[in-house]
């Protein structure tokens, strides 16, 4: 997609060779007309699939999945980062392992809000090592729900999670994928 491609270009901030800030328009900082842009995009990408419910992890997810839900018409439903042993049977739960901060946390997801009627299209704001993606599948599997296919504004292509869980059979379809970026020499995108 060009127009995120250019913006990452002109305002995304390489801090060292993992990790790429894009918080003054995707974030922290949100800009929603591109947002909408990002939305209709996924809309087009997944157009043929009979979507019922967008699914991301709070926080960064959720601007992106309510601007992508809005051209499905349909409900957005987030997964909560919850601290272990605080968790009842009211809920789906798995745990992630954080890419950003190196540690586990637990993720839950009301049973209210999930089942075995939906088709879910999951999204998210980054693809690295695939492991909050791996937390989501979990929890459509425990629910029932088949996962009608993965949306991701930035993919980090030299980290291994778009290809392992496009190698599990899903559907994934990446807005910008990243080869290489370096502080010096910027960002080498994916054509
Ligand atoms: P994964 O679970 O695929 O290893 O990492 C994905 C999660 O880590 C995303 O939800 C995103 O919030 C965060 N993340 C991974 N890489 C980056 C990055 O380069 N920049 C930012 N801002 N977040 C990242």
């Known amino acids: ?8 270009r002109k305002d995304g901030k390489v801090l060292n060779a993992d990790i790429l800030k894009v918080d003054s328009f995707l974030n922290h900082q949100i800009d929603v007309e591109l947002l ?5 995009e ?3 990408r997944f157009e043929n699939e009979k979507i019922t419910k967008v699914l991301t992890i709070e926080a960064s997810g959720i601007a992106i999945a309510c601007m992508t839900a809005r051209h499905f018409n349909v409900p ?7 601290r272990s042993g605080n968790i009842g049977s009211s809920v789906y739960t798995s745990v992630v392992h954080s890419f950003t901060y190196d540690r586990n946390y637990d993720i839950t997801l009301s049973r209210q809000y999930l089942s075995s009627d939906d088709k879910v299209l999951i999204v998210d704001d980054f693809m690295a090592n695939g492991q909050a993606m791996l937390g989501m599948i979990d929890i459509c599997r425990q629910a029932g729900a088949e996962v009608g296919g993965i949306g991701i504004v930035i993919e980090k292509g030299f980290q291994d999670g778009g290809d392992m869980i496009r190698r599990q059979g899903y559907h994934v379809e990446s807005l910008a994928i990243v080869d290489a970026m370096d502080p010096e020499t910027g960002i080498q995108f994916r054509e």
């Open 1 to 8: 997609m060009k127009e995120l491609k250019d913006r990452i």
């Open 36 to 40: 909408d842009h990002i939305g209709m």
């Open 42 to 44: 996924f809309k087009k």
């Open 76 to 82: 957005v439903v987030f997964a909560k980062k919850a």
